[in-house]
């Protein structure tokens, strides 16, 4: 965790320096909205309904519920409420709050330092990473008194952690959210038009647009699961370089 941690934060470190807590604001939602239709994408997006399968489902006992996560998240802002702030960013399909949990000696005040955004379980049958976030964030409050890295992290950054933005579709363990859409290629792309039929967009993926519009994030990762796979920077290429 401290290996993992120490990389990415001299990472961000070395890059340019970005206001946290949207001291740059980006653009809006709207900027975003080009009413195209897309009608193939958008049902190429509908994955195929995943069988539960006994094993499958005992592997899921094993990990929070999202009842346990919100329990979690909110534990964590009353034991480390002096480097910490609670939020949400929105609902999901099902309204389960997208909580994130910041983490700085100065939470929710605009600086002049890096913000990095950590996401956890963008697709619903990749649990791991909402457990590791929680962990992450449990291991900062645990050692940012008495280990000079995880106290660096604190003094000079501000991390946005959302373990989860599937919620619905970790409770029904499968891959898409509750309407069955793969929140992973319901962005907007880079270089071509996809995905740009703003109605129908996930509220989830809504409500990641709109937090990225309103804090520039200097770096971000997102956790996934299950395949050992390095991605290029934009991965949306037409060669698939």
Same mark, same amino acid.
């Not at 070395?14 to 653009?27: D, I, M």
């Not at 967009?201 to 520039?216: D, F, G, H, N, Y």
């Given at each position: 965790m401290k290996l993992l941690v120490g990389v990415l934060f001299s990472?961000?470190?070395?890059?340019?320096?970005?206001?946290?807590?949207?001291?740059?604001?980006?653009?809006?939602?709207? %900027?975003? =909205?080009?009413d195209r239709s897309n009608v193939a994408i958008t049902k190429a997006r509908v994955l195929l %309904?995943? =069988?539960?399968?006994?094993?499958k489902i005992a592997r899921a006992r094993g990990y929070m519920t999202n009842s346990d996560l919100e329990k979690a998240v909110k534990d964590f802002g009353r034991r480390c409420s002096n480097i910490s702030r609670i939020y949400s960013i929105g609902e999901s399909v099902n309204g389960v709050p997208l909580w994130v949990i910041e983490i700085s000696d100065k939470p929710g005040e605009e600086e002049g330092e890096p913000a990095f955004k950590y996401i956890g379980n963008v697709h619903g049958d990749e649990p791991v990473g909402r457990e590791l976030l929680i962990r992450l964030a449990n291991w900062i409050c645990d050692n940012h008194l008495k280990d000079p890295l995880v106290r660096s992290i604190v003094e000079n950054s501000h991390l946005h952690i959302l373990p989860s933005i599937n919620p619905d579709g970790f409770a029904l363990q499968r891959r898409g959210n509750a309407k069955n859409i793969d929140l992973n290629r319901d962005f907007p792309d880079q270089f071509f038009p996809l995905n740009d039929d703003i109605h129908t967009?996930?509220?989830?993926?809504?409500?990641?647009?709109?937090?990225?519009?309103?804090?520039?994030f200097t770096g971000s990762a997102t956790l996934h699961g299950g395949a050992l796979v390095a991605n290029y920077p934009w991965d949306g290429t037409s060669d698939g370089r």
């Open positions: 990472f961000f470190l070395a890059l340019p320096s970005a206001v946290a807590r949207g001291g740059e604001r980006g653009g809006t939602l709207s %900027e975003y =909205e080009n %309904e995943d =069988e539960k399968s006994p094993n967009r996930q509220p989830e993926t809504a409500a990641v647009m709109k937090w990225l519009s309103e804090i520039r």
